[in-house]
């Protein structure tokens, strides 16, 4: 009887984490402080399309780079954001299928975004309408 107990605990527990994994999805962060030599500063994105400024961002040295994916289908996918001065910075986002560049967001954004509970929620009433941004869609 004991050992029954045991065990449906046991695939209690188990069939709690894989739905926490598969409700919340999983978060990789990753960032990066570089030093104070950043080719950022003259960065020109306009006139070019959503895959040329991205191409453009990722190549150019930033001061603050840092990222997260999340493993879903629907919603935010992943975010880049890339800062030459620590303040603002560029905000990258994979939204379902689509891409999108937010310009000028303060880190501060980034960082609330990143800590929320709730990533899109904080995005849709935090940064969506408050940027200018390019998108492929």
């Not at 046991?10 to 030599?37: E, R, T, W």
Request: with cysteine; hydrophobic share 40%.
């Amino acid at each position: 009887m004991v050992e029954n107990r045991r065990l449906l605990l046991l695939c209690s527990i188990i069939i709690l984490m894989v739905f926490s994994l598969n409700c919340f999805g999983q978060v990789k962060h990753d960032y990066q402080i570089a030093p104070g030599v950043a080719t950022c500063d003259s960065l020109n994105i306009s006139g070019m399309n959503v895959l040329e400024s991205i191409l453009t961002i990722e190549k150019a040295t930033f001061r603050f780079k840092q990222q997260f994916k999340i493993s879903r289908v629907e919603g935010i996918r992943s975010a880049r954001f890339y800062s030459c001065n620590i303040a603002t910075g560029y905000l990258i986002l994979i939204i379902s299928k689509n891409e999108y560049i937010y310009f000028e967001v303060p880190k501060a954004k980034w960082d609330e975004l990143i800590s929320s509970s709730d990533i899109n929620k904080y995005f849709i009433e935090e940064i969506k309408e408050m940027y200018s941004f390019i998108s492929d869609e």
